[in-house]
């Protein structure tokens, strides 16, 4: 399909996070004249980064899944991820220490996974095979007709062809649920099921279609950006520009209103307004409305984002280390062997985790260029309820913790090493303009997925529309670079619309 022209359309994106930039490069593929509007001094949103003394630390997402759906982004504009960064397959995919003194790590070749799981349960090695059969049926039926597909209304989920398409796939029920079909053991349920932490959901609150993200991880694989996620930002960014982009960085929005003609853009200080005739915003929605809109311009009423159930916040640490730690992998896992309690304090009674699961991430083990010599840099991430007072004695309380855990069950005592330090955690997220300080966004429950997340489209302000990880298709940076797609899709046929009539319908460049 031919590329759709928005050559008389001028659209600000407000937020230059994955879905910003994602419906910014395709908005001006398209056409149209594009400026990104960032409060922060470079884009990434919640991507963000440290660099301090040497030290270069992602300060969001740090894993690089679903590479085919950066390979599918970057071909819409007739490249491809190498154009921009490198990227290195890792194995094992991350190591993973139990509380009980087991160790494994998840090796990314079939061969060694099934040795693996074999060495826990009696024939689960076949049944891992059953399992990644289901899940990749999932991912290619939920990502062809519930991802890339926009389906915003109902109707379009009652489709006869989606569900001729998603016969046999596994949609309700909890991904608990599925994951028992296939495994009795709870370390090997806690090793299928621990990506659903990417999603910000739990085993027991989350869809049986993720599943799916058991494909992602051991079919597809885990791999490492050069440089970080930093890069993969900078990359989307440079490819912006490339197509035509203005960014506009250090000016926060303060206001989007009506015009007689168009909207108004306001940022704070002595920043510039803008007038564009669209605006796509990748601030959150209940930022938008609570802070942004004028109360006759709001979806919902702000209280009503109250009653959401929103995926977990974090408690992070970002840790320039002296010496080597080969007992870490690039991703590491420290958990309970039962971790049920740390769900309950995350979805059901908020609460500091008292034995806490969380992810080590140390890129120097790969990337010698984000450490100086003789250094790693380190990640110590803790997924934990939002909305929980982190005022600097529970942190430093915290801190203290988890570094004790680290030393006891990996073997790591960091604590006389950290040469260089900061952290992140409830307050950060929420200053973000994130909900209760979720790191993530909505959780995908049940009645938070699909048409049921907010809708692309303002239905209280023509011409405003949104993008990033409370829309469709959710949460991630696959995720966020769809929902921009989806996001520019919908601009591209308004503004089609308006300018020819109501039966007019353009869609964006497919091939």
């Not at 395709?26 to 470079?42: F, K, W």
């Not at 520009?241 to 853009?265: K, S």
């Not at 950060?428 to 997340?453: I, N, S």
Request: with cysteine; proline share 7%; hydrophobic share 40%.
């Amino acid at each position: 399909m031919s590329t759709s022209s928005l050559d008389s359309e001028s659209v600000v994106i407000v937020g230059a996070g994955f879905g910003g930039l994602s419906a910014a490069c395709h908005l001006a593929d398209a056409g149209a004249d594009v400026t990104v509007v960032e409060q922060r001094a470079e884009p990434g949103g919640v991507a963000g980064r440290i660099e301090r003394e040497g030290f270069r630390f992602d300060t969001g997402p740090s894993w690089y899944l679903m590479p085919s759906t950066f390979e599918r982004f970057f071909a819409r504009f007739d490249r491809a991820p190498s154009d921009y960064y490198g990227l290195t397959r890792l194995d094992p995919n991350y190591q993973v220490y139990w509380k009980d003194g087991d160790t494994a790590a998840l090796p990314a070749d079939r061969a060694g996974q099934r040795e693996l799981f074999e060495s826990y349960e009696a024939g689960a090695a076949d049944a891992l095979e059953d399992y990644l059969a289901d899940a990749r049926e999932a991912y290619e039926v939920g990502m062809e007709e519930f991802v890339y597909e926009r389906r915003p209304r109902w109707r379009d989920w009652l489709d006869p062809d989606l569900l001729r398409a998603a016969r046999g796939v596994t949609l309700l029920g909890s991904m608990d649920d599925q994951v028992g079909r296939f495994f009795d053991h709870p370390k090997l349920r806690q090793l299928v099921e621990y990506t659903l932490v990417f999603l910000g959901g739990s085993p027991y609150n989350t869809p049986a279609l993720y599943s799916l993200m058991s494909h992602v991880d051991m079919n597809e694989g885990v791999y490492y950006p050069t440089g970080g996620v930093a890069a993969v930002v900078d990359g989307i960014a440079d490819l912006a520009r490339e197509l035509g982009v203005e960014f506009r960085f250090g000016h926060a929005v303060t206001a989007i209103e009506r015009l007689p003609d168009g909207l108004l853009v306001s940022t704070a200080g002595e920043g510039p307004d803008f007038e564009p005739d669209r605006v796509v915003c990748n601030a959150t929605p209940a930022h938008a409305e609570r802070e942004l809109l004028p109360a006759d311009a709001r979806d919902r009423d702000p209280a009503d984002w109250d009653d959401c159930t929103y995926a977990p916040s974090a408690f992070i640490c970002y840790l320039g280390v002296e010496g080597a730690l080969p007992e870490l992998e690039h991703h590491t896992l420290v958990l309970p062997t039962d971790w049920d309690d740390h769900f309950a304090a995350i979805f059901d009674e908020p609460a500091w985790p008292e034995d806490p699961s969380y992810y080590v991430n140390v890129p120097s083990r790969t990337d010698d260029a984000v450490a100086p010599p003789g250094h790693e840099t380190v990640v110590v991430l803790v997924p934990i309820a939002p909305g929980l007072d982190d005022g600097p004695e529970a942190r430093d309380r915290y801190r203290e913790q988890v570094l004790d855990d680290l030393a006891r069950h990996a073997g790591v005592d960091l604590r006389d090493r950290i040469v260089v330090e900061a952290s992140a955690c409830v307050s950060e997220f929420a200053a973000l303009g994130y909900p209760e300080g979720t790191a993530l966004g909505l959780a995908h429950t049940l009645t938070q997925t699909g048409p049921l997340r907010p809708d692309h489209r303002s239905a209280a302000m023509d011409g405003l529309y949104y993008a990033g990880s409370f829309t469709e298709p959710g949460i991630g940076m696959p995720m966020c670079l769809i929902s921009g797609e989806h996001a520019a899709a919908a601009v591209a046929a308004d503004a089609t619309t308006a300018a020819s009539g109501p039966l007019a319908r353009v869609g964006l460049r497919s091939d």
